[in-house]
């Protein structure tokens, strides 16, 4: 598989050297939309998008535009994904989204699901999320930490909104810090005035990432439409 990476920082990087150890090629490394090729990016097969929140709709538009499949990992333009998310299917593109590719965090939301339906019959316990990033991190808070959130809310009638350190009896409140080369660090706290429940998932490198990624991308050849990390790991619960 030839590999157009689109942002290549650390992450970038990361997911270079898990592609290669896999058996792939590197087409093409940008670090902004202006350096990429239009002819090295019609000879991959595939782009991978790590890159910054004001560049990620205008990098997977040169992708369709060159009908190349592309997997994006670059949170924080909500704004521009229905667009996106239409065209792929007008045009019969293929778009992978994640707000995290790890398939650690992405059980950790199934699990974070769950006990928000279980915990919708005891409204005593009051819902809050921790996370923390690296400095380098733009948006706050992290899609993942929204994306849990989002979770909360649908599989609790209790919870109708989340608010960034705000606290109320529907709301969830939302806490981000932005420390040092943090990878990633997400909790998730029930609290009650007698006890309280929380979750913490703590990615140790940006390994987890970058294979997730890698694993996208293999899925997503040769499939038309939008897809997530639901897609690629088959949930039961």
Known sequence: ????????????????????????EVTL??????????????????????????????????????RIPVVVGTTGWPEEMIHIKNRCLDEGQSFFYASNFSIGVNIFNE????????????????????????????????????????GMIENNQNLNEWKLDEEGDDIIKIHSERIDDVPG???????????SITLIHEAKSRLGFGFGAVLAAEFLIGKIGNYSMNDLIKFNI
């Open 1 to 24: 598989m030839k590999i157009a990476l689109l942002g290549y920082g650390k992450m970038g990087k990361t997911i270079e050297q898990i592609a290669l150890d896999r058996g792939h």
């Open 29 to 66: 490394r940008a670090n902004n939309t202006e350096s990429i090729d239009p002819v090295l990016l019609k000879n991959s097969d595939i782009a991978i998008e790590f890159s910054h929140p004001e560049s990620a709709a205008k990098n997977v538009n040169l992708c369709f535009d060159c």
């Open 111 to 150: 699990i974070n699901n769950h006990l928000s339906r279980l915990i919708e019959h005891y409204p005593q316990y009051k819902a809050s999320i921790e996370e923390t990033h690296h400095i380098h991190k733009v948006d706050k808070p992290s899609g993942t930490a929204i994306k849990l959130a989002e």
């Open 185 to 195: 660090t997400h909790k998730i706290k029930f609290e009650s005035d007698i006890d």
